[in-house]
């Protein structure tokens, strides 16, 4: 409120409202096999690029360095290795259910055995010992599976099957 | 003085829903306009995208489609605005010197939003957005502006969608050609007063692309240039209600920059071509005035004379206009674009004879807050 004697004013804020912006996403031909086929077969594709041979996961249509489209998927393991992570101890709003995840959890980008690129998802454990870069991981799928990224429930780490020799870092080189 | 040229030009088909994805929609525009320039990607030396996030539903929108860009190791600069003001800074860009070609490419998909909650974000938060204002409800304040200040009549706005409809038929990159009559326009259903269905655009998804070069770039094309002769940008007020909505001084100060740096005295006899940005209807006979095609308040009048129809003196919107097609912010580029082949000779069954000048025009904020004027010539 204002009070005019003394010449002070209360300050004030307008909300944006409830209002909210709805968009609809394309995944195009690709991006929808991907979705429907860890949704009905619980396996992973990637977008094999004719020019450079290098395989995309999540599949897209252009590869940047050749600048060419790709057409051709092909599949790649469920399994694969930490190229980066970080145990979350401050959450955020969940996009999908519009409340705070509950913290501390495990956040990873996994490159997929067979494939170039790494894919970002959860990890099944918050254990500083064992979420490292370099160790291995396996898909968990949900029951419930409706064609979106989420059908992944997480990663599970399985340090037990640690690939001897294997890649240690992150490089699509 | 340094020149700059449109070596190549793409358009994807411009449709209502789409089901590509951005990256299709940008690589298929790209590859038309390095197929129609006779170059490679690897000719490129900077790239420039254009896009809008609230459109996109995603930040940083511009740099999401920079694979099928080709921006892979090249400098990606944006606008974020109508794509003619993408293609006036890419002009500059390579105009500066830095680069000696560049490409500039626009995408939408507004099949993928709410237009009116979109549009609705783009007026002031505190005390307009709650009044549900959105793009044709502004558009509709600055028609019955027009024709208070004119007299034009809703059968003068009606005669410009009958005539774009009909252009586009010819158009085979646009959804909406048709054969309307006065009377159908009319008696289409009231969107928001004066405006019906028929005086508004659609919304549409797609994109497009130009190649531009200076005269060291453009040896490394097949094509023959399209030489930019003038370009010209000018903003009016961004809050409509510090404007006189029926007045078009910005488009008077961008054209006649534009006309200025072309040598051109009196546009309606020297130009060939016009590509305008008819959002609205009633906007093209406004644009008319803003251009200096006709007088203030004759922009009916110019209209009515048949000059602006296909075998007129002056067609406008051979291309069926942004009335036939709207992919916001690419509708500008897509304007331009129809320039280059018309004064190429390569504008197929909507080619205005023997056009060697045009001007493309774009506008961007609210009831064409901004104006963007290019005018090429071979
Ligand atoms: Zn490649």
Redesign the interface.
């Known amino acids: 409120m204002a009070d005019r004697k003394t010449g002070q004013t209360e300050l004030l804020y307008v909300t944006s409202g409830d209002m909210y912006q709805p968009y609809s996403y394309s995944l195009g031909r690709l991006g929808a096999e991907f979705l429907n086929t860890i949704k009905e077969e619980k396996r992973f594709l990637g977008a094999r690029c004719p020019g450079c041979n290098r395989v995309y996961v999540p599949p897209r249509s252009v590869c940047g360095r050749c600048h060419m489209k790709m057409e051709e998927l092909v599949p790649v393991s469920d399994e694969g290795e930490i190229v980066a992570c970080a145990i979350i101890e401050f959450g955020f709003v969940d996009p999908n259910t519009g409340i705070a995840r509950p913290v501390p959890y495990g956040t990873a980008f996994i490159r997929l055995d067979g494939a170039d690129t790494a894919l970002p998802h959860f990890l099944d454990s918050v254990d500083r010992e064992k979420v490292k870069v370099g160790a291995r991981v396996k898909a968990v799928f949900e029951e419930t599976r409706t064609g979106k990224i989420m059908d992944i429930k997480h990663f599970a780490l399985i340090d037990q099957y640690r690939r001897p020799g294997g890649s240690n870092g992150f490089s699509v080189e | 003085m340094e020149k700059v040229a449109v070596m190549g030009v793409g358009q994807t088909s411009f449709e209502r829903e ?4 951005f ?2 929609m940008v ?1 298929e525009a790209v590859q038309a306009a390095l197929s129609d320039a006779g170059g490679k ?1 690897g000719d490129i030396d900077n790239v420039l995208t254009v896009s809008n996030d ?1 459109w996109d ?1 995603r930040t940083i929108s511009s740099m999401s489609v ?3 860009a ?3 190791d090249k400098d990606v600069s944006t606008v974020e605005g109508d794509g003619i003001f993408g293609a006036i800074y890419g002009a500059m860009r390579t105009l500066a010197g830095s680069f000696d070609t560049t490409l500039v490419v626009a995408h939408a ?1 507004g ?4 237009m009116n ?2 549009t609705n ?1 783009m007026f002031d ?2 005390y307009q957005r ?1 009044l549900g204002i959105d793009a044709t409800m502004a558009a509709a304040l600055q028609a019955r502006c027009y024709m208070e200040r004119t007299g034009a009549t809703e059968e003068d706005f009606a005669s410009v969608s009958v005539k774009n409809h009909r252009n586009g038929c010819r158009n085979p990159h646009v959804h909406l050609g048709m054969e309307l009559s006065i009377e159908d326009v009319l008696r289409s259903r009231k969107i928001s007063d004066p405006l019906k269905l028929y005086d508004c655009s659609p919304i549409s998804d797609g994109a497009a692309a130009v190649v531009l070069a200076n005269e060291r770039g453009a040896k490394r094309f097949a094509q023959k240039p399209a030489w930019i002769r003038g370009m010209g940008h000018c903003s009016d007020s961004y809050t409509l209600g510090y404007r006189d909505l029926a007045n078009t001084r910005a488009l008077q100060a961008a054209s006649r920059k534009a006309y200025g740096m072309a040598g051109i005295a009196d546009p309606l006899k020297e130009l060939d071509v016009v590509e305008l940005y008819d959002a609205y209807s009633y906007m093209e006979l406004l644009w008319y005035e803003g251009l200096g095609l006709a007088a203030e308040g004759r922009g009916a009048e110019l209209m009515m004379s048949g000059a602006t129809c296909m075998g007129g003196d002056l067609p406008v919107n051979p291309s069926g206009g942004v009335l036939s097609a709207h992919p916001v912010l690419v509708a500008g580029l897509a304007r331009l674009a129809e320039a280059v082949l018309q004064v190429r000779g390569d504008a197929g069954e909507r080619q205005v004879a023997g056009a060697k000048t045009a001007l493309a025009h774009g506008i961007n904020g609210a009831c064409g807050q901004a104006h963007g004027v290019i005018v090429i010539g071979t």
């Open positions: 789409k089901d590509d994805t990256e299709e690589f990607i609230f539903g920079m694979y099928a080709g921006a892979w998909k099949s993928m939003g709410r909650l979109i974000g938060p505190i709650p």
